[in-house]
């Protein structure tokens, strides 16, 4: 069996194992909901559909224990408002760790002032760090009480990796320091993916 020379961490997020060598946790499930063009999701009015968010939070927690399957939820806050909502749904059914998400910054800032403050913070990711990250969204992340962030170190000016690792190391150009030193200004996140 294929196995990493370098050590691999393992990482756990609420009750979710993540990483470590290949087999020795199983691949975790992570469906996103409330996002952009969502069916159940009425951006204008700010709300959605309980009853369908909850059918789907039930068909997802019935797959993963039938194939064993271990789950987190991305939760994608199209507004400051319905990340809150969103946020509190999920937190109120279903024991699953949830990823905070959005393209929107103000969603984003919101759901970690939110999390931090309402008890679900310890169960609660941040996707994530990236190349457009700025100073108010490190100190948003670094008053926040939540659990983790996961890194995207992807550089969309060039793909090659030799950007791709000085974005991590040292921004690349576009952020102050690195990503990865980004992420441990964070002194709250005792989890880190990347």
Known sequence: MFKFAREQKVIEIGSIKIGGQVGENP???????????????????????ESKALALIREVEEVGEKH??????????????LMKKGLD???????????????????????LEHASKNNYASRTMYNAINMMIDSEEIAALTKSKIE???????????????????????????????????????????TVLR
């Open 27 to 49: 691949t975790v499930l992570i469906p996103t909901i409330f996002y952009d063009g969502h069916k159940i999701v009425d951006a204008k009015n700010n709300k959605f559909d």
């Open 89 to 111: 749904f999920m937190a109120d059914n279903t024991k699953a760790p949830i990823i905070i998400d959005s393209a929107d910054k103000k969603a984003r800032l919101a759901g």
């Open 148 to 190: 983790g962030v996961i890194i995207l170190g992807f550089n969309m000016h060039d793909p090659s990796v030799k950007a791709r690792i000085a974005l991590l190391e040292d921004g690349g150009g576009f952020t102050e320091k690195g990503l990865r030193d980004s992420a441990r200004a964070s002194a709250s996140m005792s």
């Open 68 to 81: 064993k399957l271990p789950f987190m939820f991305q939760v994608v806050g199209l507004t400051p408002e």
